[in-house]
Every structure is written in C-alpha cells, then in structure tokens.
C-alpha cells in the first residue's frame, strides 16, 4: 500500500472524489493494515503539501523558472515534517515496522529518522539513485521528479544514513515518461 501525502486536501477537485484525502484516510488504512495477519507494508511519500504549495505559489508568481526553483517549491522542512507525522501514526497503530518511507531526499529528513529510529521507531528508509549520484545544480527540467534531486549537502547526507544504517534501501520509483510529457514552456508546466 502506498500513501501519496501529496494528494492531500487536493483530490475532491483531481479525482472526483467524495472524501478529501487528509491525515483521517492514512490513519483509517493503517488502522486496516495494523489488524492484517499477512505482511504488509506502508509505502508513505513525505510530502507536507500545506508547507509546499504556498512556497510553490510564490515562486510560480515570481516569475521564478528552471530546475533550482523546482527544488525550492519542495522544501527539505516540508518532507521532514509529513515523514515524522506518518510514522508517529503507524506507530499509534503499533504498525511502524511496516512503514517504508520512500524517496527520502532531504538532510533534514535524514536527521529526524535518524532520531525517531534511535528512539525506538522500527520504520524503513529509502532513498533513490539519482538522489544519490545528483545534485540539483547539474539538473534541468528533464530531471523533474518529486520529491526534487537536492544539493551536495543532502546528497552527503543521505550517503552518510545508507552507511550507518538509517536508509536501509534504495529504490529507483521508476516512471517512464517521453520528453514531451516531461518538458512544458516552464518547469511548472
């Protein structure tokens, strides 16, 4: 199971649906999958939309283009917040060693997993290849991925978690896209 956090207070207008996607919805599956008697594992995608999209908003309105402004709009603070209230909810459900918090991209997200693992949380980090073998300043719109390819400091980072063992997996998330679905006139298109 994965939870897209990013769809949050988003899909009643993008889906067609008749329930808004916030913290109730997450709660209710692991609530769900805490009671399973088969494994199960809850893919969570950190992203605090609430933090992000005024950031994004402002950018946007900025007349602010290309792949730095991209990973701006994605604050670190904003994926490290959504990773610790996800596990803090599996963990009420006493499910936090089947939560696998995926695309870890952020130092400061490394930080605090570091310290809720040390705090007796049994979760699973991941992070991706291209996190690992990129930084944003080489990157343009062809790299477009969330949460964003970040900088050295995030990349020594997350280099420094997989040797001690707080990011215990690498995983690509691996879409297939052309260029033309890709690329629009700006990185917001």
Request: glycine content about 6%; proline content about 3%.
């Amino acid at each position: 199971y994965k939870w897209l956090n990013h769809y949050k207070n988003t899909v009643l207008d993008r889906f067609d649906s008749d329930r808004e996607m916030d913290d109730s919805i997450g709660d209710d599956a692991i609530a769900v999958l805490s009671e399973q008697d088969v494994p199960t594992t809850m893919g969570y995608h950190s992203e605090n939309i609430e933090i992000r999209r005024p950031v994004e908003n402002r950018l946007e309105a900025e007349g602010r283009d290309g792949y730095l402004a991209f990973e701006e709009s994605f604050p670190g603070r904003a994926e490290t917040v959504s990773m610790v209230n996800g596990a803090a909810i599996a963990r009420q459900h006493d499910c936090d060693d089947d939560f696998y918090a995926v695309h870890i991209s952020s130092h400061r997200t490394v930080k605090e997993l570091r310290a809720i693992r040390e705090a007796g949380y049994r979760l699973t980090g991941e992070t991706c290849p291209h996190n690992l073998t990129l930084t944003s300043e080489e990157c343009d719109d062809r790299m477009k991925v969330g949460p964003p390819i970040r900088h050295e400091k995030d990349q020594e980072a997350l280099w420094g978690a997989i040797a001690d063992g707080t990011i215990q997996c690498i995983g690509t998330d691996h879409i297939a896209n052309t260029l033309d679905q890709k690329v629009g006139d700006t990185i917001w298109d």
